[in-house]
Nanobody, 127 residues
Framework: QVQLVESGGGLVQAGESLRLSCAASGSPFTWLTMGWFRQAPGKEREFVAA????????YYADSVEGRFTISRNNAEGTLYLHMNSLTPEDTAVYYC????????????????????WGQGTQVTVSR
């Protein structure tokens, strides 16, 4: 069973940066395709970014392209989300997600593409 624990959320002002981390355990990290999602109050959970098991391929939602960067450290078993130029519209609970790379799934942006989820970390961006 894969366990995911996010950290790094907090309160920042618009224009500032933040880095989220997700520590994975229970499976060799290189077996996992990883993603970040977020959920704002009253809204559905939405895709933010995803990264292939080797880190070569990254995918981003249009709303964060050019501002956010997803990365992973396979030696440490940690996923990151570097967020720059934050706006109040980025305020949400951010979730780390994972699926086995052998799942045969080729899409990245649906919540149903992932088997495992963290508990989430709150990011609040003030004006």
């Amino acid at each position: 069973q894969v366990q995911l624990v996010e950290s790094g959320g907090g309160l920042v002002q618009a224009g500032e940066s933040l880095r989220l981390s997700c520590a994975a355990s229970g499976s060799p990290f290189t077996w996992l395709t990883m993603g970040w999602f977020r959920q704002a109050p009253g809204k559905e959970r939405e895709f933010v970014a995803a990264i292939s098991w080797g880190g070569v391929n990254q995918y981003y939602a249009d709303s964060v392209e050019g501002r956010f960067t997803i990365s992973r450290n396979n030696a440490e078993g940690t996923l990151y989300l570097h967020m720059n130029s934050l706006t109040p519209e980025d305020t949400a609970v951010y979730y780390c997600a994972a699926r086995p790379r052998s799942s045969g799934i080729h899409s990245y942006s649906a919540t149903t593409d992932y088997n495992y989820w963290g508990q989430g970390t709150q990011v609040t961006v003030s004006r």
